[in-house]
């Protein structure tokens, strides 16, 4: 990769390991639902002024709707609604992990849709990960209940998801302007999502501190990620753009454990490495 691409690479990768801190500190205030929303509205804030004022291009809303529906749908709603969720019952680090397993799942999908080849070391790779996965939520330190089994799951569903979405957007940046799709998705995500607030804590007690954190988790890990993560699907695709997963799972532990507290243990680590050598046989070339 080119200096440039590096650079978006370790960009991207810095805030997406963030994210899970800043998701773990709101759900308990805001509720999932209005979680997922306020992270699309807190994103569109910074994605729509970049667009018009700085790009100076249009989003073209009418024109590419269909196309910034279906991303949104499969990149910004599902998925952050289930990450939502997940984080109201495992920790920040289980959810780093887990997201390492994004670009496993853009291989196996890439395969098929974009006629790259899925040769054995990507399926050993995909089945080590699942086991790196199972062997952190049965191992690790907290108590092994339903709601973490559930919240599990559905990290795992929203990994799925987004390495799904990696590879439905370079199928679209050759039509559609790569920021373009971005706005473009958040916005849909935004207005689909709105009616949740109506099952939001009321106003009275959100904290400082949750009211921050969604403001980050949306400005930050998802506007201007969204600048990185689009771009570099363009240019270098999405398996390549989704090895950030290789550092997501490191920073996202090390962030857990310096800024909320999150106990590491011996599982975790062992868990990490599986998710980690995953990833690197099926970045194998």
Known sequence: ??????????????????????????????????????????AALFLVPWMLFVLRQEIGLRLHWRDYLTIALVNNVLPFLL??????????????????????????????????????????????????????????????????????????????????????????????????????????????LSPAWAQAPPPATWTPTAVGALIAVGLFCSGLAYLPFFTLVRDIGPTRTLTVGLAIPVLGIFWGWLLLGETITAPMLAGAALVLGALALVMRH
């Open 1 to 42: 990769m080119r200096a440039w691409d590096v650079g978006r690479w370790l960009l991207l990768a810095t805030l997406w390991s963030l994210q899970w801190i800043f998701t773990r500190m709101a759900v308990p205030s805001f509720g999932t639902g209005a979680v997922a929303d306020g992270r699309a509205i807190f």
């Open 83 to 192: 990450f939502a969720y997940a984080a109201s019952g495992i920790p920040a680090s289980y959810l780093a992990v887990i997201n390492g397993m994004v670009p496993l799942w853009s291989a196996v999908i890439a395969a098929p849709v974009l006629k790259e080849r899925l040769g054995p070391h990507r399926i050993v790779g995909f089945v080590l990960g699942i086991a790196g996965v199972a062997l952190i939520v049965n191992l690790g330190p907290i108590a092994l209940d339903a709601h973490a089994i559930t919240a599990a799951i559905a990290a795992m569903a929203g990994a799925a998801l987004w390495g799904w979405a990696g590879v439905m957007i370079r199928q679209r940046t050759g039509r559609v302007p790569a920021m373009g799709l971005a706005t473009g998705s958040i916005l849909f995500c935004a207005l689909i």
